[in-house]
């Protein structure tokens, strides 16, 4: 089992730009897909971006491509989501989450993103 923790929110202007990252505690990272997701205030958690264990493959929402950069860094336990472009329709609480085929996702605590207009 892995535990998240997830940094670098914060607020920005719109059109700015914002690093997430997310360590992850545990020797097997390498073997769980890490995911971004986020909550906007009264909305349900929506799936932002994901990338595999094995081969990188990356996955994202509608509203994430070609903005967000999904990336990991498998010798430091680490994944990151590099968003550009915000819109104060970005303002959520990010959180990170791993998971394998045989396991359920674990989450972090989240990081806030506030994108002002």
């Known amino acids: 089992q892995v535990q998240l923790v997830e940094s670098g929110g914060g607020l920005v202007q719109a059109g700015g730009s914002l690093r997430l990252s997310c360590a992850a505690s545990?020797?097997?990272?390498?073997?769980?897909?890490m995911g971004w997701f986020r909550q906007a205030p009264g909305k349900d958690r929506e799936f932002v971006a994901s990338?595999?264990?094995?081969?990188?493959?990356?996955y994202y929402s509608d509203s994430a491509k070609g903005r967000f950069t999904i990336s990991r860094d498998n010798a430091k336990n680490t994944v990151y989501l590099q968003m550009n472009s915000l819109l104060p329709e970005d303002t959520a609480v990010y959180y990170c989450a791993a998971w394998t085929v045989t396991t359920t996702k674990t989450w972090g605590q989240g990081t806030l993103v506030t994108v002002s207009s």
């Open positions: 545990g020797r097997t990272f390498s073997l769980y897909t």
């Open positions: 990338i595999l264990s094995r081969d990188g493959r990356t």
